[in-house]
């Protein structure tokens, strides 16, 4: 009797360790799912305005900027450079700390030719930095608006006395 249950005992054991190695494994496995997911390629069907877009029928909010509403100095230049930049376009989005704003957009920084479009859009004077909790890009975004403000550049910044 005591063989027979050291035998099972065995067999039991062995079955946990392979239970274990095979969650242990899906585990990892997903992780890496989690990890791809930050960043997503999309194609960019509307620009709502200078830090709005939609793809996907997702409206997605670019993170680290603010650009003008409509009824305000910058909102169509802002608008049309960033339709310019991506419209019709496959970009990816790249994820930061926080998933979704208030209004239940999508919070991402913008990627298309390696370059960062939320950046790229402080640089040239068409939105201002604008940081909450996501700041992967802090410096840089923060660096753009001082140079572009301190040089006059675009809309925001180019009748500054």
Same mark, same amino acid.
């Given at each position: 009797? *005591? =063989? ?12 946990? %360790? %392979? ?8 585990? %990892?496995? *997903?992780?890496?799912?989690k990890i791809i997911k930050n960043e997503e390629k999309v194609f960019v069907t509307k620009i709502i305005d200078g830090d709005t877009i ?6 997605? !909010?670019?993170?680290?900027? /603010? $650009? @003008?509403?409509?009824?305000?100095? +910058?909102?169509? /230049? $802002?608008?049309? !450079?960033?339709?310019?930049?991506? %419209? ?6 790249? &994820? /930061? =700390?926080? /998933?979704? @704003?208030?209004?239940? #957009?999508?919070? #991402?920084?913008?990627?298309f030719n390696e370059k960062n479009i939320n950046l790229k859009l402080v640089e040239e004077g068409f939105a201002v930095a604008r940081f909450? @909790? ?5 410096? @840089?975004?923060?660096? $753009?608006? #001082?140079? $572009? !403000?301190?040089?006059?550049?675009? +809309? &925001? ?5």
């Amino acid at each position: 009797m *005591s =063989k027979i249950f050291n035998h099972i005992s065995k067999k039991f054991l062995l079955l946990i %360790l %392979l239970l274990s190695i095979l969650l242990l494994n899906y585990l %990892l496995i *997903s992780g890496d799912e989690k990890i791809i997911k930050n960043e997503e390629k999309v194609f960019v069907t509307k620009i709502i305005d200078g830090d709005t877009i939609i793809t996907n029928g997702e409206h997605i !909010r670019l993170l680290g900027i /603010d $650009a @003008d509403e409509r009824g305000y100095n +910058c909102y169509n /230049d $802002a608008k049309k !450079r960033l339709e310019e930049l991506i %419209l019709n376009k496959e970009v990816l989005l790249e &994820k /930061d =700390k926080s /998933d979704k @704003d208030q209004y239940g #957009r999508l919070l #991402r920084y913008i990627i298309f030719n390696e370059k960062n479009i939320n950046l790229k859009l402080v640089e040239e004077g068409f939105a201002v930095a604008r940081f909450y @909790d996501d700041r992967k890009y802090y410096e @840089d975004i923060l660096n $753009a608006e #001082r140079k $572009a !403000r301190e040089n006059k550049i675009g +809309c &925001k910044w180019e009748n500054l006395n």
